[in-house]
């Protein structure tokens, strides 16, 4: 059972890291000063790492159920870090990471998330050089929140800024999946969906070397319609979607029913929208395929500045981001 | 007041985040993009920014009350993070800033505490690079927490490893008044003390500039035994320390003796100790007495593996780090 004096600073908090969190992650250095040291801080040696860029990204995960299915707590943290990274054309190298506990929390759940976190981060070859863990009373913290910070080395940074006017919209697969995951969970819902909480590093990496991709954004928070307002506005462009063409599964189809949901409103942790020059974009499609068959091209870039749904009769609606909250701590 | 929505990551969010967060904070960007960019991540040129070493370094912030004497959750947020990154050797560049705060927090009390880290911030010419906004339910956080992340950048890096043999160890001023104004905010005493709770920066890089540095640690969770005791174990040195020779304030003092308290276990802020070529002590002693009178050298590093404390009367006693826990959430 975690106590207050694993987050004293004192004698405790060093048991714990060395004998409880240190051991489950296996790559514990980037060229230089690790985890190993429990010194202030960590430091990577530039020339040994190379890149132009170093690219850095902060999230807190305070998802409840602490588990789900396809995921857990320590997985989404990983994951959301190193997809946030690869987005952005950045090799994910490094994370630090802040265990806030609730005091009582049990060992042995924190060991199987602790252990989440080591195995995904080994997957994609991502050291785990730091971090601090606090220890809150009782009621004062639910159970557990993990803050994350990540970095990445990049030659050509991607950014949200980069969609050109002519552009193909492609999805890497059937939204809104986590959310769907995490409403089954709570509600007890009898479904099949499961998280499509997943690491986009090794997908994006692969797109990368196509060429043409002029931005790239995971769907998390505020979902499909989220990302792309997000495009329109900081590119300037319009961008007319497909609602028949984008992936939604027969199982977040009938969540989103039941609870009056929008499913482009719906997060993923594992999806990525790509916008890329139309003469590559079949390239790319079909290396997202071989990942998950619902891969498609959902619309396109335009002139303009808002995001246009189109459905199969013509009509169209404004896809405007979530206003106000649908599913609090869904991550 | 905050709501769940401005956690949901969509419009709620952007707008806090927009009109709330960014123009407290002046410096955005580090050579590329920055919090302006809004995007997944932050990224900084590696080469514009020189240094042969970039030094991570990462913390979560918990202390009740949120505004104490000498400081606020706000200020402790970016000191904490300098002071890491200083006394390892390097110069503080940037930070992410991960917020989770309870739903219902007064707006107005996260924006004084904003202006704080954006003051406190831009002292040091720190940038705030990006970050994550979190909202959990009433009551599944103690108001707010912070968890920070820094980028610095080092030619050489200093670690706990450094200590040799014959080094004069320093202290920049009075131990403990940190932990002891918490203690007194909290116990609603009538007493002077004042938080330590300051920027390390700029006298770290004059102490550097003297040369002669092997090792530097500022005092945080588990006071001074604390960082001696790492000292000792990971440079495999002993080091004698003159009781009376340690700075510990009136106040300090009797706050101690009031709860039992050793001054010794007690967490500073804003202090650090140096371990230091002894030629070279008297210059650093002199630059650390310009900031804080108190300043002076406590110890010597000797051959073996303890820390010993000898009182004026020739007594000996083992210094041993903090088990389990004096006051919860003092950082």
């Known amino acids: 059972m975690i106590t207050l004096s694993h987050g004293a600073g004192g004698k405790a908090t060093q048991d714990l890291i060395k004998k409880t ?27 040994k790492v190379g ?12 998802v409840k159920p602490l588990f789900f299915k396809g995921g857990d707590i320590g997985k989404l943290s990983v994951v959301g870090v ?3 990274l690869s987005v952005m054309g950045a090799k994910p190298l490094a994370m630090h990471l802040n265990l806030i506990i609730e005091e009582g929390f049990d060992t042995g759940l924190l060991e199987r998330i602790l252990d989440s976190i080591g195995k995904n981060a080994e997957k994609d070859g991502v050291a785990i050089l730091g971090g601090d863990t606090k ?37 890497s697969g059937g939204v809104g999946e986590h959310e769907a995951a ?11 969906v499961k998280s499509d909480c997943a690491s986009l590093s090794r997908v994006v990496q692969k797109i990368l070397r196509v060429g043409g991709v002029h931005a790239m954004k995971d769907l998390t928070r505020g979902g499909l319609s989220m990302a792309l307002n997000e495009w329109s506005e900081k590119s300037g462009v319009g961008l007319e979607m497909g609602e028949e063409k984008i992936p939604v599964s027969r199982q977040v189809r009938s969540i989103c029913r039941v609870y009056g949901f929008d499913p482009f409103n719906l997060a993923c942790e594992g999806r990525v929208v790509v916008a890329c020059d139309p003469g590559k974009s079949e390239k790319i499609l079909n290396i997202l395929k071989r990942g998950n068959a619902g891969a498609a091209v959902i619309g396109k870039a335009v002139k303009g500045g808002e995001v246009v749904i189109r459905n199969r009769f013509g009509g169209r609606k404004i896809l405007r981001p979530l206003e106000g909250v649908m599913l609090p701590r869904i991550c």
């Open 182 to 192: 995490i409403i089954v969970e709570r509600e007890g819902l009898n479904s099949t």
């Open 51 to 62: 890149g132009k860029f170093f690219v850095f990204t902060s999230d807190s995960y305070t």
């Open 21 to 47: 969190i240190m051991p489950r992650f296996r790559i514990r250095n980037v060229n230089f000063l690790g985890l190993d040291g429990l010194d202030d801080g960590s430091a990577v040696n530039v020339k």
């Open 82 to 84: 190193v997809n946030d």
């Open 135 to 171: 220890v809150m009373e009782r009621g004062k913290v639910d159970q557990l929140v993990i803050s994350a910070f990540g970095v990445g080395v990049a030659d050509k940074v991607i950014t949200d800024a980069g969609v050109k006017v002519g552009d193909d919209i492609i999805v």
